[in-house]
């Protein structure tokens, strides 16, 4: 008997494309893309379509897994739920009683449904502030710095759609982030949309922009005043939004006399007259949008990066309005404070690792990087035990060499993970989850986004895998938590939705929920700002010590470039077909993308001696890596683009799996500085040198 289910793609990477699921006999066989879901249409990448080789995968995680070795040695004793949890939940008490428990920490890496949130109420039931994350590199410093200055996070308002549509930093056509699947972005692109793109290499969208910026890695900042400047010397601001809405515009204005285009040019590498033809088009074809990357994340001033970005929106005139940059409303669920019992856990922000740093407090989450340290120096306290589920930090944190002593120096690891990874390998205890359509799940529940997503059960996990919510949930029972956790996990989806007036049986149904989308709001009742308006200038950062205006300021690293040793500057993009450091272990995918590829421009390949598909050496001042030469026409000589999340899960436990051959996070550093707001690190504009490999690599 054949049954075709309708469900959401879902922690293959953010997910969100609407799929059609057939299964046979308790097995899927078929996975297609839903024309009928009104965010994808039809549309599905080759992770969506390999799920089926992640359900079916024969390395799957079955059982959970004690370790009888020494740690990485991959000797293991196959050990059922009921003592796992017995463990896990003893080492809890026991550290917490001797220690305290803010000596345990919880990390998730980008978060993938309802588990990072539950993680978040384990931890403050049980008293401990610190679950550690990547959010510092990854939507908060464009979350925080937009909050800041006009009070939301802007969505792209693709359906409208808009006139002009910017990239900025964003790969959106193979990345689709956060659920903004790229068929809204080719729709609009098709009735009529101009592109432009801001990103130093070439992608499969740059051909089709009327205008490609291409910054030097590490420069958006300097880059977005040039645009700014441009605006204000041609009369191409919105005056009537800008008197009315926002503070602070003088004092931009002045600011902005501080970047003739000659200069910018010299900074950014960007001929001045494209960055005049750029500002032109984005001002004068309204609506207009920015679609704001993760590259605007990447190095210690992202903030600054951030905030630039946000008030070029704002002197265009385009926030709020109807295919311009869009306030989400998401739809009626439970608070999320509540969910997380916030209150539990009143001082939590003091008592964070990252307490004395004073980052926003949207940031939740302690720094990555903070938590290497504080693994390995025990600064500014010492940690005993950590839980990691859905991170591979070996690989996604900067400085990998450190968080490899820093993750064997704990007295107790435990890893939930769907397949041993080169950070399971590590773990004392590693237990196996459950991934999509294997349990009923919840998407984009906490996120900004104007809808939440329905992601059912469709078939049963293998062996023993359980999803990590129920992990959660009955070790929260087992540490003696009833009040806090819930009988069965059912009743956690349930109270998540209660506000909805649906129940999870209903909810399915529907499959998806939307907010009201709304325009102009701030007519009524202003921006969430304290002054009501548009900061652009921010006195919450002037009271933070920091600059309330956007400016430029050269990275510590890309600084002291170009030099005699590392004369190129090292960047990064995502896999198209991989999510960070997963996936390569499915043969469909890993056939599309075998090795990692390192992309140089023709005339740097031509004065090394580098020819296409040759191994090199890529060094920083903190290692080198080996990847494959590609040989990319359009790429500025002076930049590379390494490839990021490479292990080798093939080579198995000896090497680790080839952790560290071709991982960028070898060649990234973790100390300060730190972005001020929001504890970013420098992942792009990176000085580096190159190096033909010998033999065959
Ligand atoms: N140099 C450099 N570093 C970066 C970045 C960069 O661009 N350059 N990007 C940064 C960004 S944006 C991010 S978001 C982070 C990502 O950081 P991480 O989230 O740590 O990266 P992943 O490699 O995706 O690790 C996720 C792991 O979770 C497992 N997994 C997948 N689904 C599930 C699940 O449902 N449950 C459990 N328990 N496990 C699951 C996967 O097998 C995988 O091993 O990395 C950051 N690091
Ligand atoms: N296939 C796939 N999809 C993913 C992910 C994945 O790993 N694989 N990860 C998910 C996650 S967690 C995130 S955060 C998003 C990120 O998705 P995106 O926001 O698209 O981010 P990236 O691909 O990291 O980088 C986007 C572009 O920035 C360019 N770039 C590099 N350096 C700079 C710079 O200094 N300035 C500018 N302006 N551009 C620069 C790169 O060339 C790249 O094309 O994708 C999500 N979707
Ligand atoms: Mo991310």
Redesign the pocket.
Known sequence: MEKVYRTHCA?MDHGGCGLLVTVKDGQVTKVEGDPDCPISFGFVCPKGLAAIERLHHPHRLTRPLLRVGSRGEGRWRVIGWDEALEILSRKIREVSQREGPNSIVFA???P??L?FWLMMRLANVIGSPNVAG?GN??HMPREISSVLTFGFWPEVDYDHPPRCIVLWGSNLDQTNEESTISSRLRRALDRGSSLIIVDPRPTRMTSKARIWLRPRPGTDVALAMGMMRVMVEEGLVDMEFVRKWTVGFQELAERLKDYPLERVEEITWVPAHLIREAARLYSKERPSAIQMG?ALE?TTSAHQACRAVACLMALSGNLEEPGGNVRPSPPAFMRLREFVLMDRLPERRKMMLSGSWNFHPLLATVPAQLATKAFLEGDPHPIKMAYL?????L????DSNRVRKALEGLEFLAV????M?P?AALADLVLP?A?HMEFDDIGNYGLPKSFVLGRPKIVDPPGEAWS?IRILNQLGRRLGFKDAFWEDEAQILDAVLSPSGLTYEEFKERLILWGERTYRSYIQQGFRTPSGKVELRCDQLRERGLDPLPGFEETTEAASSPSKDYPFILT???NPVF????WRQIPSLRKISPEPLCEIAPETAALLGIGDGEWIWIRTEKGSIRQKAKIVQGLDPRVVCAA??WWYPERGYETLFGWKDAN??VL?CDSPPFDPLVGSVN?RGIPCALERAQGDG
Do not use: W
């Not at 589920?389 to 930090?393: D, L, R």
């Open positions: 922690r998730q890496g980008a993938k449904g588990e990547i590199m990854c993760n990447h589920q859905g991170t591979n930090p690989l996604s944190y900067p939930a993970e769907i397949f990874t950070t989850v991934t990590d990064s993009a995502k999510f960070h450091s997963a990021y999340g960028i996070n990234t992942l």
